[in-house]
């Protein structure tokens, strides 16, 4: 006889079953009852606990996005004003977080193409909050005097660009990694590139 799941282990199952059918077939081509067969309950049990669609994606946002982790990680290291130390942590910490779960980042890509709601609230939850982190540390940075002047904002957007293109080539294109390269490797080649430039 199966144990009977609780109600918080019945919804991070379901939260399961719909994050693997979202990344895998986008949020218009899944259907409920898809999420309630991919959970192995009836679709009458997927909305006992989650009453409209919007509840599930705002628990696949609060289940999958570790944001508050990142930045916690980052926020430490900022302030010791180790600017090396800074982006290091950042882009560690997204590398990690998607080669452990790539789901997150192929669900900001089908909510942003699809147009659908979530989009928005994934972009406020994660890539907003992470622009500005980083944003206002360049920001502060410049007032020190440890920056030349520029556009802070850009600035943070060109570095987490740097490991987003990184992250999109290998997790979604599967291009091969480059031999003998760990992720502090890549990361600290992207950091010297980003504080040094790339002139002799």
Same mark, same amino acid.
């Given at each position: 006889m199966?144990?009977?799941?609780?109600?918080?282990?019945?919804?991070?199952?379901?939260?399961?079953?719909?994050?693997?059918?979202?990344s895998?077939?986008?949020?218009?081509?899944?259907?409920?009852?898809?999420?309630? #067969?991919?959970?192995?309950?009836?679709?009458?049990?997927?909305?006992?606990?989650?009453a409209?669609k919007?509840?599930?994606?705002?628990?696949?946002?609060?289940?999958?996005?570790?944001?508050e982790e990142?930045? #916690?990680?980052?926020?430490?290291?900022?302030?010791?004003?180790?600017?090396?130390?800074?982006?290091?942590?950042v882009?560690?910490?997204?590398?990690?977080q998607?080669?452990?779960?790539?789901?997150?980042?192929?669900?900001?890509? /089908?909510s942003?193409?699809?147009?659908?709601?979530?989009?928005?609230?994934?972009?406020?939850?994660?890539?907003?909050?992470?622009?500005? /982190?980083?944003?206002?540390?360049?920001?502060?940075?410049?007032?020190e005097?440890r920056f030349?002047?520029?556009?802070?904002?850009?600035? #943070?957007?060109?570095?987490?660009?740097?490991?987003?293109?990184?992250?999109?080539?290998?997790?979604?294109?599967?291009?091969?990694?480059? #031999?003998r390269?760990?992720?502090?490797?890549?990361?600290?080649?992207?950091?010297?590139?980003?504080?040094?430039?790339?002139?002799?």
């Amino acid at each position: 006889m199966k144990a009977r799941l609780s109600a918080e282990e019945r919804r991070r199952q379901i939260v399961e079953a719909a994050v693997d059918l979202f990344s895998r077939k986008g949020f218009r081509g899944t259907r409920t009852r898809e999420i309630a #067969a991919a959970a192995g309950i009836s679709e009458a049990m997927v909305f006992r606990h989650f009453a409209t669609k919007r509840e599930l994606y705002f628990a696949i946002i609060e289940t999958k996005s570790a944001t508050e982790e990142l930045l #916690a990680s980052a926020a430490i290291v900022a302030r010791t004003r180790d600017d090396a130390g800074v982006l290091r942590a950042v882009g560690l910490k997204m590398i990690e977080q998607t080669e452990s779960d790539p789901s997150l980042m192929r669900l900001l890509l /089908f909510s942003a193409l699809e147009g659908h709601e979530l989009s928005d609230i994934f972009f406020e939850s994660r890539v907003k909050r992470l622009h500005e /982190f980083l944003g206002n540390y360049i920001r502060k940075g410049i007032k020190e005097g440890r920056f030349r002047s520029m556009n802070p904002l850009v600035a #943070a957007r060109g570095f987490i660009g740097m490991i987003v293109h990184y992250l999109l080539i290998h997790e979604l294109f599967g291009v091969k990694r480059p #031999a003998r390269s760990s992720p502090e490797e890549v990361v600290e080649q992207f950091v010297s590139i980003f504080l040094k430039g790339i002139e002799r």
